[in-house]
Every structure is written in structure tokens, then in C-alpha cells.
């Protein structure tokens, strides 16, 4: 990752007011990071940062689309995205993650480095199913649809009573 990355915010020339930024998120920026999840995208980022003498809040709207592939077809297609984030970050003797979302930062800090957190949100708010849009309307399940069942765990005769199983279970059954 780059120091002069333009997703990092120089936090030590900043008042102690509310300041707002913009970014987009495009084939360059995901290709900083080594994966294959987002390989492109084009996501505008409105950022607001309030900024106090013990704390940094920094609220992210992120709107835009990303390239994925379908899990069913393999087909590219560009899945919309929109989500609202918030990034706690305090002040205290050194830099470490305290939870998702709040980071401690010692008072000396002169940047603050959005780049991993935007990538993180943009993940967050991709669906677990990656559906193309013309498979996106097609129903999961049709009630009158036969289903097949291609594994059971008991025999061939699954239709035969209980009493071939252990007896030891029997003797379990009957304590009531």
C-alpha cells in the first residue's frame, strides 16, 4: 500500500470541526490489494469526518457498482452496491484495532489510512449469493416442484419402522 495513497486523510492539519471528503473506488484502487473478490468497480465514497480532541468519527457512504462474477453462469456483471458505515477512531498510547470498527491511534498520528476499511466495506456489502441480473428474479424454491433427495442417512427401506435400529436406543426411548 501506498503512504501518498488519495484514500488517506492527513488528520494533523485538521481543525477540530466536521470536514467533508470524496473518493472513488475504481480498477486502480482494487488492485492494490492482492485478492481476486473485486477485480473492478466504480464506488463513490462520501466520507464525513468530525474530529475532537480524544476522538475521530468518520462516517462512509459508499454508492456505486462492482464487477463480480456469477456463482451460477460465470457470466461478468456489475452488482450494485450502497451501504453506510462508521469508523470509531480514539486516541491512546499505541496503534492498534480495538473492535471492526474502532481503531486506537496515538495523539501524534499525522495520517489517517482509509484504503483497507473502504475495501472491507465494499466486501460487506456484496451479497453471499452473486447472482446475474437475469437470474436474480427466478424463484429458489417452486412449491409444486418434486424434489430429489440424493442422500439419506438411513437404509434402503426408509420407509420401514424403527425396529431395526440399535436396541440400546430402545431402551433410551422408553425414558420418558
Known amino acids: 500500500m501506498k503512504k501518498d495513497s488519495p484514500t488517506t486523510i492527513n488528520i494533523a492539519r485538521l481543525a477540530d ?32 469526518l468530525h474530529k ?22 460465470l457470466d461478468d456483471y456489475d452488482q450494485a452496491i450502497e451501504t453506510h458505515e462508521q469508523l470509531l477512531v480514539r486516541f491512546g498510547d499505541e496503534n492498534k484495532e480495538l473492535d471492526d470498527n474502532v481503531l486506537q491511534i496515538t495523539p501524534d498520528a499525522q495520517t489517517l489510512p482509509l484504503a483497507q ?28 416442484a418434486k424434489t430429489k433427495l440424493i442422500f439419506t442417512t438411513r437404509g434402503e427401506d426408509a420407509d420401514d419402522d424403527e425396529d431395526d435400529s440399535d436396541p440400546r436406543w430402545n431402551a433410551l426411548r422408553n425414558l420418558n
Not at 476522538?55 to 464487477?67: A, C, E, Y
Open 52 to 73: 475532537t480532541e480524544r476522538l475521530i468519527t468518520v462516517d462512509f457512504d459508499l454508492n456505486g457498482t462492482v464487477r463480480q462474477v456469477c456463482d451460477r453462469s
Open 117 to 144: 476499511h473502504l475495501f472491507d466495506f465494499v466486501g460487506l456489502a456484496l451479497p453471499m449469493k452473486k447472482l446475474h441480473p437475469r437470474f436474480q428474479n427466478e424463484p429458489d424454491d417452486e412449491p409444486d
Open 17 to 48: 470541526k466536521t470536514h467533508h471528503f470524496e473518493f472513488t473506488l475504481d480498477r486502480a484502487f482494487f488492485e492494490q490489494f492482492d485478492q481476486e473478490l473485486i477485480p473492478d468497480g466504480n464506488v463513490h465514497v462520501d466520507v464525513t
